[in-house]
């Protein structure tokens, strides 16, 4: 079979200031129609979804780089032409805090998701027949968690007197620190594939990455590494899980306008440095 889509996608975004605090409003409309066209008769059977979601947010300028927000959004996910499922639909929550100042970004984030519908689709990776695709409605469930983020531009950025020139030596030594701790499971039961309590399948209770690096304004580098918790592989409390891992990447470039390449760049990029397998 052949599948068309046609999709519209209209949103309106108002953004208040009253004192220290930053309102954004905002508005969206989807509307999706498929067309699911038989390759043999012609025959063409037409669906459609459509979704009108709503949005808030507002932002308090506590002074000095640090503000603290709150936010509010309705989430929509439409299906693909050959499904029979309804759309997944969320509403989503987060708080949270930010601290940036010229050598640093710190925010730390909570965040709640409601599924009013959660959808699975179960492609080839997932042991299902090549290009089906096929989806199923898993019903309500939720995640929930704390996301943590610390990003320093310098690790030994020398100290600089107002007015001064910089005393450093040019390279500067970047670090990234992310942190996310969550829960994620079905509030009913479906079928036997997703049972109430159970963790929502391929959704790691813990993920940690921490990247250092050496940079200067022609050339960079940088080894990342990236734990991931052990997950289900599929939504029920007897699940097999996967196990655990660290892996570590590598990324470095040069700039090569020096050579008469301007705007050139060379790179090397070095993903599972050390050959990790895991299943």
Excluded at 33 to 61: C, E, F, P, Q, W
Excluded at 138 to 156: C, D, K, M, P, S
Aim: proline share 2%; net charge negative.
């Amino acid at each position: 079979d052949a599948d068309y889509a046609f999709a519209t996608s209209l949103s309106i975004i108002d953004r208040i200031s009253h004192g220290n605090f930053t309102t954004t409003l905002g508005l969206r409309y989807e509307d999706v129609d498929y067309a699911d066209i038989a390759k043999v008769t012609g025959a063409a059977t037409d669906r459609g979804n459509d979704k009108t979601m709503l949005a808030a947010s507002t932002v308090y300028d506590m002074g000095n780089g640090k503000s603290a927000f709150l936010g509010y959004s309705q989430g929509y996910m439409p299906t693909g032409a050959g499904s029979g499922v309804v759309p997944e639909e969320s509403d989503n929550y987060e708080i949270g805090y930010r601290a940036i100042s010229a050598n640093s970004h710190m925010e730390i984030i909570g965040f709640y998701t409601d599924y009013e519908n959660l959808n699975e689709t179960c492609n080839a990776s997932a042991g299902c027949t090549v290009g089906s695709n096929d989806q199923k409605s898993t019903g309500e469930a939720h995640a929930q968690g704390i996301e943590f983020l610390y990003r320093v531009n310098n690790l030994f950025a020398a100290p600089q007197m107002k007015g001064a020139a910089n005393t450093g030596s040019g390279v500067r030594y970047p670090m990234i620190l992310a942190v996310t701790l969550q829960e994620a499971e079905h509030d009913v039961t479906t079928d036997t594939s997703f049972q109430d309590g159970a963790r929502i399948k391929y959704t790691p209770e813990e993920i940690y990455y921490l990247s250092l690096g050496m940079e200067t304004n022609s050339w960079d580098m940088n080894i990342s590494a990236k734990y991931n918790d052990e997950v289900m592989n599929t939504g029920k409390s007897t699940a097999v899980k996967t196990e655990s891992a660290w892996i570590y990447d590598f990324r470095s470039g040069m700039s090569l306008d020096g050579m008469g390449m301007q705007g050139a760049r060379a790179f090397l990029n070095v993903d599972n440095l050390f050959d990790k397998s895991y299943i």
